[in-house]
T-cell receptor, first 115, second 116 residues
């Protein structure tokens, strides 16, 4: 069964350093989501792509976060510089078309610890 | 903006028994979709069940069913014949029916423990 792949699974960094996370959605899925999940809370959408275009990045802290999906397939989320408050699980999800009823398939996440 | 509230941070159930997880939401919209997701420890989040707000009939998926009360803005999940594999964090989520963006708003989750 096809799955959403994410790497790395774990990342430890010091504050002010740059970090990058990678996501490979299920083949053929046009919509890709990046969520941030702080421990003890539900996921919060950071950015949503439809193919290579950003559909929603209203909750993305654009002064330090950036995301790209250049060819409309895999995606990279970058944080520069990392801050202590960025420690969280970063989840990637994909769906076929991004419709309201589409099933979103989640990856295993990248757990980021900022020291 | 829509909000989703899960008032039970933790719940426990005896194996083979039934448990109900609560979820309430706040919205001014009439068209929307509600979801329950399961996030097992160190594993991917997966969809458990979904409900369209325009459908009066409660959704059912095997041992999982919902009690959707639109007027009360309540969407609870019932797990029957609980199994050890049901132990996980459960999230309730809302999606607007007025955009096609698929954006979900999640509650803060309920951790379910299943006792053998």
């Amino acid at each position: 069964e096809a799955e959403v792949a994410q790497s790395p699974r774990y990342k430890i960094t010091e504050k002010s350093q740059a970090v990058a996370f990678w996501c490979d959605p299920i083949s053929g899925h046009a919509t890709l989501y990046w969520y941030r999940q702080i421990l003890g809370q539900g996921p919060e959408l950071l950015v949503q792509f439809q193919d290579e275009s950003v559909v929603d990045d209203s909750q993305l802290p654009k002064d330090r976060f950036s995301a790209e999906r250049l060819k409309g397939v895999d995606s990279t989320l970058k944080i520069q510089p990392a801050e202590l408050g960025d420690s969280a699980m970063y989840l990637c999800a994909s769906s076929s078309r991004g419709g309201n009823l589409d099933t979103q398939y989640f990856g295993p996440g990248t757990r980021l610890t900022v020291l | 903006a829509q909000t989703v509230t899960q008032s039970q941070p933790e719940m426990s159930v005896q194996e083979a028994e039934t448990v109900t997880l609560s979820c309430t939401y706040d919205t001014s919209e009439s068209d929307y979709y509600l979801f329950w997701y399961k996030q097992p420890p160190s594993r991917q989040m997966i969809l458990v069940i979904r409900q369209e707000a325009y459908k009066q009939q409660n959704a059912t998926e095997n041992r999982f069913s919902v009690n959707f009360q639109k007027a009360a803005k309540s969407f609870s999940l019932k797990i029957s014949d609980s199994q050890l594999g049901d132990a996980a964090m459960y999230f309730c989520a809302y999606r607007s029916g007025y955009t096609n963006a698929g954006k979900s708003t999640f509650g803060d989750g309920t951790t379910l423990t299943v006792k053998p």
